[in-house]
Nanobody, 119 residues
Framework: QVQLVESGGGLVQAGGSLRLSCAASGRNLRSYGQGWFRQAPGKEREFVAAINRSDGRTSYVDSVKGRFTISRDNAKNTVYLQMNSLKPEDTAVYYC????????????WGQGTQVIVSS
């Protein structure tokens, strides 16, 4: 059974930074694509960032490009999301996920960590 546990969320002022961590247990996820999603109040969950399982290539939603960085430490079975220059519109619950054969819906999900950015 794979478990993903996020940490690092909190309250920060606009312009500040946070680093989210997602620790996996139960299986080493280095052969999985991993990513971050977020869901703001009243909105659908949206993709934020992902890191490719084979070559480490990264992808981001346009709204966070240049501000967020996803990375992974395979030895620690942990994926990170460094968030800089935070904006109030980044306020959401952030979820980490690991895909299953490229399918997020069939993969593994954490319980989420709250990020609140005050103006």
């Amino acid at each position: 059974q794979v478990q993903l546990v996020e940490s690092g969320g909190g309250l920060v002022q606009a312009g500040g930074s946070l680093r989210l961590s997602c620790a996996a247990s139960g299986r080493n996820l280095r052969s999985y694509g991993q990513g971050w999603f977020r869901q703001a109040p009243g909105k659908e969950r949206e993709f934020v960032a992902a890191i490719n399982r084979s070559d480490g290539r990264t992808s981001y939603v346009d709204s966070v490009k240049g501000r967020f960085t996803i990375s992974r430490d395979n030895a620690k079975n942990t994926v990170y999301l460094q968030m800089n220059s935070l904006k109030p519109e980044d306020t959401a619950v952030y979820y980490c996920a690991a895909d299953l054969e490229g399918d997020w819906a069939r993969g593994y999900w954490g319980q989420g960590t709250q990020v609140i950015v005050s103006s």
